[in-house]
């Protein structure tokens, strides 16, 4: 996953433009270089990366131990690695966050962005329903 939003980017820097290509409203495409983390907050990439490796570390930590007891949840936590990792090497390699979905004309995403947001609401789904079994809600 991070291998093919790591393409995406790519795409989007050598391809889109500035300013936005319409497709069907609500999206376009343009490129967007991100210099932080959501709504372009900015933070220099020696406390972001590290910070982004201990969560990282920790998700890993917690999927192997539970991967066994809940495929949903760990499947959930593995998007979130997927896609930080994917936005890590990104501010790597080029200094900023590549976005290149443009919804409402107001937010810029990429790949990585969904597959976080994706793996959280599949996490906490699971981890909901976990909760209610275990009470017997």
Known sequence: MALLDGG?????????????LPLSWPFALALHKNPGI???IAIP???????T???CTALLVIIKKNI????????GLWLIVCGAVGNAVDRVVNGFTTDYIIIF????INLADILIVTGAIIYLYYSRNTLSEDTGR
């Open 53 to 55: 490796v201990m969560l």
């Open 68 to 75: 066994h007891t809940s495929l949903a949840q760990s499947s």
């Open 38 to 40: 959501i709504f372009d």
């Open 8 to 20: 995406f980017k790519f795409l989007a820097i050598r391809n889109l433009p500035s300013d936005s």
């Open 105 to 108: 004309q107001r937010s810029a």
């Open 45 to 51: 990439l020696g406390v972001i990366l590290p910070i």
